[in-house]
């Protein structure tokens, strides 16, 4: 009997630490930069944000956002605002109730026409 107390309470505190940390990541400015430093390391460079306030779950704003794929793709926007339902992302939905983006510019490398 007594193995499946400690089981239980090994589970409970699982548990506690699993929402605290989530809490942390979604509800808080740390966990925003936190993620936002591990998606621009997993994207080998391809993504660059300068600043970020604000928290994952939203509302946020990204400053300096630069995305250059490396073959002619480069998007740079000054400023993004968005505020966003993060609880829909569950269901594969992406459901914005507030977007505002300011100085978008889009580069790319000319392509050459074949004739």
Known sequence: MKWIKRI????????LVATLA????LGTAPGLRFALARA???SGGTL??????????GPLQLSGVRY???HGTVVDLATVRLDLRFW???GKRVHLTALD???ARRGGVARRQHR
């Open 8 to 15: 239980a309470v090994a589970a409970v505190a699982l548990l």
């Open 22 to 25: 989530s809490w942390w990541l």
């Open 40 to 42: 621009q390391s997993l």
């Open 48 to 57: 660059q944000v300068q600043q970020a306030q604000g928290r994952l779950a």
């Open 68 to 70: 250059d794929d490396g």
């Open 88 to 90: 829909s992302l569950l």
């Open 101 to 103: 983006v300011d100085g």
